[in-house]
């Protein structure tokens, strides 16, 4: 992924707030400012942001949502795990509530005499009254008119509506949730600009597929990506730079090398070193006191959640990996033999591994149909802690 983080000590890793440094994503910000001109235009364009878990997936959308909000309505909520007449009650109760916010209470009791649904209209109005949809079809329904009406209060003041969802695969009931979002927007058609963004791992691209297929082409997946090795170093350097800091070079190749432009890996790293660095050269004694912490952060926060549903031979064919080192299939199956694996085992564990996400098969370049770990920070734990020889 390309976002940058401020490694200061007000900035704890995992935070969620948007770093006064935000560098890279300039192909993710791209796609999304053309989406939204799209949207302003009458013509909506909505996104499914796909990234594993910490690649900076909120505080992306919150960027989204800054860039957004110059001239348009946005809100943002974290989907938790609700049922679908839950999920839109919650919804339009936090949209209500920005309304206000951003427009006044004239402007709220405005669309509440505009909505025609009397439960709905109570709840936005803030007059007492539990707003609960007792179906999905209410739901639907209900946020549709929602939506048509906002949009006829505050069209005159914002050029669109935009939405942002995030971890939206967790949400309890998904399908029906995700068809609603989608049918309550298509109802609308050209009456009123709104845009949904939405955020999860991998497996709501996945999910989405199992759902309904035309929900993928509805809301078109977007993956993140990690930092490439230059963006990494800008990132290392230049937050360290405006906090009156400098690493050595050694130290800055040995923290990209270790976070393999993960975001949260690298955030994390260049956060303990910031902690124990008292000079202001930061040196390898003090990227090692850092990395130490660093990494047995990272180790109960993310790696050990990975590893747990790995089998020992899958952990143990993962070990012969090096980071950011492809593997032809032949290459690995030699290796595993070395350590008396049978081929049999190691072709088990190869796909499972690329079918469970650690690995991954190149499809294009001078590196195609070889076999990538993903995650270089695992290897360095099988490496440290051999669990899977245990």
């Not at 007000?10 to 300039?26: C, D, H, K, N, T």
């Not at 029906?176 to 939405?198: F, H, P, Q, W, Y």
């Not at 975001?263 to 000079?279: D, N």
């Not at 081929?343 to 070889?370: E, H, M, P, Y």
Request: aromatic share 10%.
């Amino acid at each position: 992924m390309k976002v940058v983080y401020l490694i200061a000590n007000i900035y704890r890793p995992g935070s969620g707030v948007i770093p006064p440094f935000f560098a890279g994503r300039e192909k993710e910000i791209r796609v999304f400012q053309e989406r939204l001109e799209s949207t302003k235009r009458g013509l909506p364009s909505h996104l499914a942001i796909i990234g594993d878990y910490a690649t900076g997936k909120t505080v992306l959308l919150k960027k989204f949502d800054e860039l957004a909000a110059k001239d348009c309505f946005t809100y943002t909520c974290i989907a938790g795990a609700e049922s679908t007449p839950e999920f839109f009650t919650s919804l339009i109760r936090g949209m209500s509530l920005k309304v206000k916010a951003r427009f006044g209470e004239t402007a709220l009791k405005k669309l509440s005499g505009k909505i025609s649904v009397s439960e709905l209209s109570v709840s936005v109005f803030g007059t007492g009254g539990a707003l609960k949809f007792e179906s999905v079809g209410q739901a639907q329904l209900s946020f549709k008119e929602y939506l048509m009406q906002l949009w006829e209060e505050i069209g005159d003041k914002s050029k669109a509506i935009i939405i942002f969802l995030d971890d939206l695969d967790t949400a309890e009931d998904f399908r029906n949730t995700m068809m609603t979002l989608r049918n309550a927007v298509m109802e609308l058609g050209d009456s009123c600009k709104v845009m949904i963004v939405v955020s999860g791992t991998e497996r709501l691209y996945e999910k989405m597929h199992e759902a309904h297929a035309p929900l993928v082409r509805f809301f078109e997946p977007l993956e993140l990506e990690n930092l490439a090795p230059d963006e990494a170093r800008k990132a290392i350097m230049e937050p360290a730079k405006n906090a009156g800091k400098e690493y050595d070079e050694a130290v800055v190749e040995k923290i990209v090398q270790y976070c393999a432009g993960q975001p949260y890996y690298l955030q994390e790293i260049c956060y303990h070193i910031f902690e124990v660095s008292e000079g202001k050269r930061i040196g390898m004694a003090e990227f090692e006191l850092g990395f130490d912490a660093a990494f047995s952060d990272i180790v109960k926060l993310m790696i050990e959640r990975k590893v747990s549903g790995l089998s020992k031979s899958e952990m143990k064919l993962l070990s012969f990996f090096e980071p950011k080192k492809a593997m032809t299939f032949t290459d690995i199956v030699e290796v595993a033999s070395g350590s008396k694996m049978k081929k049999s085992t190691a072709t088990t564990s190869l796909n499972r591994l690329n079918k469970k996400g650690f690995v991954k098969k190149i499809g294009l370049g001078q590196d195609k149909g070889k076999y990538l770990v993903k995650d270089s920070m695992i290897l360095i734990f099988l490496k440290k802690t051999a669990s899977w020889n245990q």
